[in-house]
């Protein structure tokens, strides 16, 4: 079992950046493939970005790509989304996710654990 616990959400003008974490515990955790989500008020989760279990393949939504980078550090079992040129769109609760599938999958789902959510907000 995997618990997750993100941070580094916050309020940031359009154009800003902002580095989201997540700490996994257990000491599985480089057998789960990692994914972030968001969902905005009104709106379903929506994957934003993926990292397969060494860390070496990632992918995102094509709303975010060239703006936000994963990762992770299996060593200290977290996972970062590195997120710049924020837009207002880009407003909403940020979830971190683990899934035991080799493969990262983009559907929220097929995901076996969640972490609490941190909330981004891009406003001036």
């Known amino acids: 079992q995997v618990q997750l616990v993100e941070s580094g959400g916050g309020l940031v003008q359009p154009g800003g950046s902002l580095r989201l974490s997540c700490a996994a515990s257990?000491?599985?955790?480089?057998?789960?493939?990692m994914g972030w989500f968001r969902q905005a008020p009104g709106k379903e989760r929506e994957f934003v970005a993926g990292?397969?279990?060494?860390?070496?393949?990632?992918y995102y939504a094509d709303s975010v790509k060239g703006r936000f980078t994963i990762s992770r550090d299996n060593a200290k079992n977290m996972v970062y989304l590195q997120m710049n040129s924020l837009k207002p769109e880009d407003t909403a609760v940020y979830y971190c996710?683990?899934?035991?599938?080799?493969?990262?999958?983009?559907?929220?789902?097929?995901?076996?654990?969640w972490g609490q959510g941190t909330q981004v907000t891009v406003s001036s």
């Open positions: 996710a683990a899934n035991r599938n080799w493969i990262v999958l983009r559907v929220a789902g097929q995901y076996d654990y």
């Open positions: 257990g000491r599985t955790f480089g057998f789960y493939t």
């Open positions: 990292v397969n279990r060494s860390g070496d393949n990632t």
